[in-house]
């Protein structure tokens, strides 16, 4: 069964930062498109960000440009979300996801983010 699985998630102030990853098992991981995704409560889940095969090429949210970095290392099988300048606004839970033209969508369980003093 492929696996998605986030971790880093947590309790931050305005303005630090965190990094989170996304650890994939079970499939072939370089060949899909990743994405991290948040949902706050009472709203929709919203696409944070997003990144090729090769990580060449990368597509942000306005809220989250210049702030938030993402990345994978194919080789280790893991997706990154580096946040940095949090805002209150920035709490949500986090997911990644990965997809493949012709596959269901895969979906990790989702990693808390809270942003607040």
């Known amino acids: 069964q492929v696996q998605l699985v986030e971790s880093g998630g947590g309790l931050v102030q305005p303005g630090g930062s965190l990094r989170l990853s996304c650890a994939a098992s079970?499939?072939?991981?370089?060949?899909?498109?990743l994405s991290w995704y948040r949902q706050c409560p009472g709203k929709e889940r919203e696409l944070v960000a997003d990144?090729?095969?090769?990580?060449?090429?990368?597509n942000y949210a306005d809220s989250v440009k210049g702030r938030f970095t993402i990345s994978r290392d194919n080789a280790k099988n893991t997706m990154y979300l580096q946040m940095n300048s949090l805002k209150p606004e920035d709490t949500a839970v986090y997911y990644c996801r990965a997809r493949r033209f012709g596959y269901s969508d895969v979906w990790g369980q989702g990693t808390q983010v809270t942003v607040s003093s």
């Open positions: 990144i090729s095969t090769t990580g060449g090429r990368t």
């Open positions: 079970r499939f072939t991981f370089s060949i899909w498109t």
